[in-house]
């Protein structure tokens, strides 16, 4: 397979692609393509309607036997999945092979939220006040009174903030309003108030560094690493474990799975069942608690099923 075809075929799916993914998932589906041509290319195959379920559990095992990742064998997976829907589209390739082809079992590692107090404790250290302090304080507090992802807070835009909420745009670019706190509202007010003195005059982002622009993704991971230092916080912080805490704490007070699953911006309740570390006796607890007809007599204990 020329480079030219791989150009030409995979760079029109990226483009499309882009419209509703990250720069991140993008990069991420180039270098996967980019593997899966390379094998063809070594299998002496120059066109992709000969791409089938055979030849694609040849390439996931050889990557397999590179080293790679059960979890970069599936994001590799999906790459395909969503290049093949498109070559089915555009009539190069007669069907999707991609959902016959099973990828190794992810292990799931969940952030361990951190403790109440523990949290309360590292959010009400004091700054020094100034404006990138109150822009950091802001931040922390935002990300964990509304659970947000880390490229959801980073597109913020000033006019993406109401009274009580914010404005998001999810994953796969679906919108959604999810409520802000009072501690939360406060910290977004003090650093408006002086984010003039940071920011370049035509940005409309929320979030802006020392240079004016909108903060970069590797910045505010960097910046919370370095704050959990500065604040004697014993573990590490990234973006990702706010937002576990934040469901997690609000699961544990509220038990409302489904509001839970709404705040966050999961399109599947399973999602958030294994996000908050849920199992199915928490679940039908929870059910046998609450439903009306679920609740069982104690002279029901003993009836054969």
């Known amino acids: 397979m020329t480079g030219h075809a791989l150009d030409s075929e995979v760079e029109a799916f990226l483009a499309g692609l882009a419209r509703t993914a990250s720069p991140a998932t993008v990069g991420a589906y180039r270098r996967d ?26 390439f996931l095992g050889s990557e397999r036997m590179r080293g790679q990742a059960p979890r970069s064998l599936a994001r590799r997976r999906a790459a395909i999945s969503g290049f093949a829907r498109y070559l089915v589209a555009a009539g190069r390739l007669r069907h999707n092979p991609v959902p016959l082809v099973r990828t190794p ?38 990300f964990y009174s509304s659970g947000l992802r880390l490229a959801e807070l980073a597109a913020l835009d000033l006019g993406d903030l109401q009274p009580q909420r914010v404005r998001v745009l999810g994953k796969g670019g679906k919108p959604r309003q999810v409520p802000v706190g ?25 979030f802006v560094g020392v240079r004016g622009a909108r903060l970069g993704h590797r910045a505010i991971q960097k910046r919370l690493a370095e704050l959990a230092r500065a604040r004697g916080l014993a573990e590490h912080l990234h973006p990702h474990r706010l937002r576990h805490s934040f469901a997690s704490h609000l699961l544990e007070s509220s038990q409302d799975l489904r509001a839970v699953q709404e705040l966050l911006g999961h399109a ?15 679940l039908a607890a929870s059910y046998d608690a609450a439903h009306p007809r679920a609740r069982r007599r104690a002279d029901d204990a003993g009836e054969p099923s």
């Open 105 to 142: 079992r992810q292990p799931r590692h969940l952030p361990r939220p951190l403790d109440v107090d523990q949290l309360a404790r590292f959010l009400d250290t004091p700054h020094d006040d100034s404006p990138l302090a109150r822009r950091d304080q802001a931040m922390l507090e935002l």
């Open 268 to 282: 599947d309740l399973a999602t958030t069942q294994v996000y908050t570390r849920l199992d199915w006796q928490h």
């Open 182 to 206: 009072r501690r939360a509202r406060q910290a977004l007010d003090a650093w408006r108030a002086v984010r003039g003195q940071l920011a370049d005059r035509d940005t409309p982002a929320l």
């Open 33 to 58: 393509l980019a593997a899966l041509a390379a094998f063809l290319e070594a299998e002496a195959i120059d066109d992709w309607s000969a791409l089938d379920a055979a030849l694609l559990r040849r």
